[in-house]
């Protein structure tokens, strides 16, 4: 179906977004054919494939197809996104003035499994589950990944940390969250843990510092900034903070970037995204006595249609963990290490307790009017000598006039409205409402979870994913530990009597704790990253992760 030349005019909107953003797949094949011609008539005999092709537009799709575009000093380097959304939001829904998430438009459930009550799913749009995750960035820990491969930890470390946290905000202590409710609780943790009251709590003169406004002499309770991806003052004089990072943003910019330097002719577009695309199988060949990818199969309305990949092109595949399995599981059932695509499969254990305190019952002196906090603790469980598994709390508190469970209620507002602004600053917080989220990564390499293809077939006739996941008895002794380490840290930052506030009725602080089988939302990607060890990833040996 041929794309429309202007924004569409949907019920409500002028899609100005979305036609300046995205192309049609029509668009993006035409622009590669030689034997054809521009809407002048003229010929395009030089016109070229697309050197990347990434599937997938989401967090990471998206990120990459911007830094590919803009580091590519040849100017040469063309680059296709296909994701089976199409553009939703502009950027993060906290951003938006939507007084609270956007319904199920854009989720769907792509996967069958054997965890009670299931996943929410993909978020099918552009710019994916960024638009919607909670921001929660920390920076891995040097022996966190002892076990990952060398190649990667080394560029992890000498590039992508810091670049990653220069983009996303999480460089900066305090640029977004502030106040004497935020001081004073940190304070309270920070003496919690250096006079050990929170069990399993690394202490804080073992914990690196990652922030790069902190000054010559850092105090140690910096550690215990939240590492949100959320940027509250501009990077540079003369521009505006991102607030909540996502990748819709950064894709459009990179989107227009690539429109005015083409000068409005496709052939010369180096950066296309093609939206409302499902990509169902990659074909392989063999070219050099090595198996490669030669075409993407999609399905668009229905019909199959295929891009074809050149000889030096690269295919990146950016589905998400559990599609991303599936695809290559379909596509790849004969490479020499098939068998291990899918295993490996980790997630996170996760337990949220709520708690409700007077605010008498913190230290005096605060301001009246309401304020919010967000805090991290970093913490490890010794399994057995030099075996250890981590987890970290994030923990959130608002001061509240009336009775409620939100501790999130005043965070992630950007649109600054005036009279709620007013009504915030003079209401009375009573009570301060605290939530701590324990993550904590399961063990790796476990058999029992996996990554598989069901029998069932998708509506576009392609094998449905199967996840499974099985705990360990290490997994459940990591969670009792983190269990511990959050009722630690709600006996600290209330210094006294504790009222649960998630569930009603409860005196301790135990039977508050809520506890998820497995995170549902944020699977860790990382230990599954393609390697360079044949025994441990799924790539050919000969692969380089990215064919
Ligand atoms: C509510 C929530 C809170 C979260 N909070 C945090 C947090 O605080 N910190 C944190 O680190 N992580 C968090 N996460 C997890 C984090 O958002 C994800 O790990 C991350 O966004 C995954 O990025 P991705 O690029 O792998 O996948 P996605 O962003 O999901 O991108 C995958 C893309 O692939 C597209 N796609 C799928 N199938 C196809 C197909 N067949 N063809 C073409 N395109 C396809 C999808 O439409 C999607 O756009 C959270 C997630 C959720 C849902």
Redesign the pocket.
Known sequence: MASSKTAQLTDFTVDILGRYMCNGLDEALHSTDKNTQRPDRSPQSDARPFNAII????????ILAQHLLYADKTNSYRILV????RHSLPEHFQNLPLNGQPGSEVW?L?WRTNVAGGF?G?????????L??????PRLLDEEITQWPAQVVTALKQQYFDEAAKQIGTDASNDFMHGKLHIALRQLLADGIKNHKVRHAIPLAQLPLHLSNAGPNPLEFLKLEAPL?VQGTPPLPGYFPVNKFS?APLLMEAARIAQVRSGGDDVKKRLMIVPD????RLVTGQRNGATVVTQVL?KQFGIEQSVPVPEDGVVIV????I??SR?ALISFPNLPNTNLIGQNFIAHLRSNVTIRIPRSALPPGLPADSESSALFVKGKFEHGPNDFGYFHL?ITASGLDKPSTDSESQLFKKIPEVDLLDALRQANDDQVVITIRGIGQMTSRNPGSKVTLSGELDE?GMPRAFVEISLTNRDNNLWNTMDEAADDVAKRTSLRSVRPASRSGQTDLRPSTDRGTIDQ?????APRRPGHNPSRSWNAPDGDGSQ
Do not use: D, K, M, N
């Open positions: 599937i997938g537009g989401g967090s990471f799709g998206g296909l994701e089976a959304g769907g792509a929410p993909l978020a099918y749009t552009v710019g994916g589950r960024s919607f995750f909670g921001g929660w960035s991806a990748a695309v499902h990509v169902t999609l950016a589905l998400g963990t599609e991303s695809l994030q576009f939302a944020a699977f860790c990607e």
